[in-house]
T-cell receptor, first 115, second 116 residues
Framework: EAGVAQSPRYKIIEKRQSVAFWCNPI?????LYWYQQILGQGPKLLIQ????????DSQLPKDRFSAERLKGVDSTLKIQPAKLEDSAVYLC?????????????FGSGTQLSVL | KQEVTQIPAALSVPEGENLVLNCSFT??????LQWFRQDPGKGLTSLLL?????REQTSGRLNASLDKSSGRSTLYIAASQPGDSATYLC???????????????FGKGTKLSVKP
């Protein structure tokens, strides 16, 4: 089966500019996550969707970050305006709950550099 | 607040060695624990998932153990190979009040280098 697709792979922008990332989860996976991974750190959850509804966005900086998942499939994450500290890899993951527990499948990520 | 710590931050071993990576967590109220592998420039790949009621899981040369009461997990890699070089991350899924599941909390990872 095809994996989680993300684009672009790399993005370089100046501070105060806007940027958007796209994610296409594995077919049939109802749950979609966006994580932020700063260099040398573990991933930190930004937002979780179940179908097209938000389950958890408690760690999303809502003054500058927004995300949507129209029709419960693809998702976009937007940053407007970007700050230097937003430089990180943005990972998308999806899951379908199984009997053994929820196993997450990750995309390759988008590496964002804010100059 | 749950915190996950991985020691060491980096490890270099010669090919063929057996090795152990450590993960500790501060709150024993967990639903499960997962070990992931991350290659440079890539996303995470799930290696092993241990439910809170389990003591260990095995997959090929990998064995993960869980001691929930002491807040520890280990990932054992047998007969290491250069292809095992990657960053290994441990993540716990908290068990919230009322039995609901929290979201994964990751450690910072252990960067493993296996020399030929």
């Amino acid at each position: 089966e095809a994996g989680v697709a993300q684009s672009p792979r790399y993005k370089i922008i100046e501070k105060r500019q806007s940027v958007a990332f796209w994610c296409n989860p594995i077919s049939g996976h109802a749950t979609l996550y966006w994580y932020q991974q700063i260099l040398g750190q573990g991933p930190k959850l930004l937002i979780q969707f179940q179908n097209n509804g938000v389950v958890d966005d408690s760690q999303l900086p809502k003054d500058r970050f927004s995300a949507e998942r129209l029709k419960g499939v693809d998702s976009t994450l937007k940053i407007q305006p970007a700050k230097l500290e937003d430089s990180a890899v943005y990972l998308c993951a999806s899951s379908r709950r199984t009997g053994e527990g929820e196993k997450l499948f990750f995309g390759s990520g988008t590496q964002l550099s804010v100059l | 607040k749950q915190e996950v710590t991985q020691i060491p931050a980096a490890l270099s071993v010669p090919e063929g060695e057996n090795l152990v990576l450590n993960c500790s967590f501060t709150d024993s109220a967990i639903y499960n624990l997962q070990w992931f592998r991350q290659d440079p420039g890539k996303g995470l790949t799930s290696l092993l998932l241990i439910q809170s009621s389990q003591r260990e899981q095995t997959s090929g040369r990998l064995n993960a153990s869980l001691d929930k009461s002491s807040g520890r997990s280990t990932l054992y890699i047998a007969a290491s190979q250069p292809g095992d070089s990657a960053t290994y991350l441990c993540a716990v899924r908290p068990s919230n009040y009322g039995g609901s599941q929290g979201n994964l909390i990751f450690g910072k990872g252990t960067k493993l280098s296996v020399k030929p």
